[in-house]
């Protein structure tokens, strides 16, 4: 069992568009981390838990007005923060997450336009932490990709959700609501051009653990 003060929690979250070729780079660090000894949490927001995956259920597929589809995800990260995310941490894992409160504000805030104070204000609520502040990722990748690259690639991939049929104008806000996260907070995110073949971002993502000295990839994947 992986000791907690020799290898404290890390949580580690994956943003962008769809179509940025998130989820092929964190199966590829999940077996990356667990080939140096961490045990890892593979989790997705909305969604993680069994309440929250109904919520995500709910979310993509029914209309609803901005502040519902804000409040609901708050509700879901709720249940994931308190049932999945804050125990792996406690026990030392490795907590790899697609996509966070950062989305909300990107989708929700800038996507949407809903009102960035009272997204501030819920997330100070749903991330609080007993000793005071709001649980925050220790690192963001932002997999930035232009929404026109992103729709063409989901056309060839599945039928849309509620999210990816919105027109490319909206992913365009939705960028821009990233962009914005990662002025305020540039401590904790690294961008990604996600416009380069596979194994280019690859070797991009592999760089900003190394540089940070948290993962070494010489006897790794």
């Known amino acids: 069992m992986t000791d907690p003060l020799a290898h404290p929690g890390l949580f580690i979250t994956f943003e962008g568009i769809d179509g940025a070729g998130k989820s092929t780079h964190i199966a590829r660090l999940a077996d990356a981390f667990r080939a140096q000894g961490r045990t890892v949490t593979l989790t997705r927001e909305p969604g993680g838990t069994p309440l929250a995956e109904k919520l995500r259920a709910l979310l993509l597929s029914d209309a609803m007005d901005p502040l519902c589809e804000a409040l609901l995800m708050f509700a879901a990260r709720r249940d994931h923060l308190q049932q999945v995310i804050e125990p792996a941490l406690a026990s030392g894992e490795v907590v790899l997450c697609d996509r966070f409160t950062d989305a909300t504000v990107a989708y929700q805030g800038f996507g949407r336009g809903f009102d960035l104070d009272v997204l501030r204000q819920l997330e100070a609520w749903v991330q609080a932490l007993p000793q005071g502040g709001a649980r925050q990722p220790d690192l963001t990748l932002w997999f930035d990709?232009?929404?026109?690259?992103?729709?063409?690639?989901?056309?060839?991939?599945?039928?849309?959700?509620?999210?990816?049929s919105q027109p490319v104008a909206f992913f365009s806000r939705v960028a821009a609501g990233y962009s914005h996260r990662m002025q305020e907070q540039p401590h904790r995110f690294a961008r990604v051009a996600a416009d380069q073949?596979?194994?280019?971002?690859?070797?991009?993502?592999?760089?900003?653990f190394e540089s940070r000295s948290w993962l070494s990839f010489e006897a790794s994947v």
Request: charged share 30%; net charge positive; aromatic share 6%.
């Open 145 to 164: 990709l232009p929404p026109e690259t992103a729709a063409a690639r989901l056309v060839m991939t599945r039928a849309p959700d509620r999210f990816e």
């Open 197 to 208: 073949p596979i194994d280019t971002v690859w070797r991009s993502v592999r760089a900003v």
